[in-house]
């Protein structure tokens, strides 16, 4: 299709209904893209829950050599999609609890299946989630919010990302991740739109690991419009109460 006829096609009215149907019927994982975006429940970041393996082993590394695998550990993947990093998660920690929520009941479903068919017992458990508000404070000793915090309608850099995402929600958020994470424990945050230097949930944590700035990510600041700075994400440690 050439590039005039790709312009004809967006100017028709029904353009974006017609994208939407093409959606629902080309995939499992693009069906439950558009049903989220379509529904927008409240708590949704990012509708796409393109995921693999072992996605990112540095920062999975790095938390491995700063927490202990051990039965009374606690581990959380925030918004872990089909539960790909839950599972890598499993190789990297042989006996520390590892729970996945995200806002997708079906996309839980599957994961909830796999577990199942790999007999992990209960080691390993999914919850449809949109947020950590009934889980108990300083009761995780690692939390991975990896590529949840942004939107797939941002990655041209719009001058205002509040018709997609809100900073005042991802700040709430983040202080919820932050009051589940024990002191000393550690917090993965990555691939955002937002910065977690610019909530004040921050003040309760250091650099541990900086991830290098990934320039394709658009960042925006406290007041949805586009920011200059580059993205801050990595491994935090939560100080010890003061």
Known sequence: MTDDWRLRLRALPFFGALRLFYHLIKSFETRRSALLMLRRPPGLFQPYGNTREDRYPKIFSH????????????????GCSTG????????????AHIKGIDIDATRIKVAQRRAA????????????TASTKNEQSSSY???FAMAVFRH??????????????HFD???????????VIKPGGYLALSYSNFRFTDTAASADFELAFASPPDPATPIYGRDDRRHP???????YRKLPFR
Not at 117 to 127: E, H, K, P, Q
Not at 169 to 179: G, H, I, M, N, P
């Open 63 to 78: 938390i491995r050599a700063m927490v202990a695998d051990r039965r009374e550990n606690h581990i959380l993947s925030f």
């Open 84 to 95: 790909e990093e839950v599972f890598t998660l499993a190789h990297y920690f042989n006996q």
């Open 117 to 128: 068919d790999l007999n992990l017992g209960d080691r390993i458990s999914f919850i449809n």
């Open 141 to 143: 000793d690692a939390v």
């Open 152 to 165: 797939g309608a941002l990655q041209n850099a719009p001058e205002a990302c509040s018709p997609w995402l």
């Open 169 to 179: 929600d991802f700040e709430r958020a983040v202080t919820d991740l932050a009051r």
């Open 229 to 235: 700075a580059l993205a801050d994400g990595g491994i």
